[in-house]
Nanobody, 126 residues
Framework: QVQLVESGGGLVQPGGSLRLSCAAS????????MGWFRQAPGKEREFVAAISWTYGTSYNEDSVKGRFTISRDSASNTVYLQMTSLKPEDTAIYYC???????????????????WGQGTQVTVSS
């Protein structure tokens, strides 16, 4: 059974930074694309970033490109999301997800991810 546990969320001022972590278990981590999604109140869950098993990356070009960086550490089965220059519109619950199948690219499609964490709240406000 796949388990994904996010941490690192919190309250930060506009322009600040946060690093989210997601600890994965129950899967051969190094074989799977991992992703971050977010959901703001009243909005649909949206793609943020993904990193493949070969360390290829994809980002939501419109909203986070150049400000967020996704990375992974197979030694600790952890995927990270470094967020900088945060804006109030980044406020959301951030979810970690694992691709449904091994050996895939850094897809942006929510439907491709079959395992999800419980989410961590990020609030950007002064």
């Amino acid at each position: 059974q796949v388990q994904l546990v996010e941490s690192g969320g919190g309250l930060v001022q506009p322009g600040g930074s946060l690093r989210l972590s997601c600890a994965a278990s129950g899967l051969t981590f190094s074989r799977y694309t991992m992703g971050w999604f977010r959901q703001a109140p009243g909005k649909e869950r949206e793609f943020v970033a993904a990193i493949s098993w070969t360390y290829g990356t994809s980002y939501n070009e419109d909203s986070v490109k150049g400000r967020f960086t996704i990375s992974r550490d197979s030694a600790s089965n952890t995927v990270y999301l470094q967020m900088t220059s945060l804006k109030p519109e980044d406020t959301a619950i951030y979810y970690c997800a694992a691709h449904s199948r091994a050996y895939n690219s850094a897809t942006t499609r929510l439907a491709d991810f079959g395992s999800w964490g419980q989410g961590t709240q990020v609030t950007v406000s002064s």
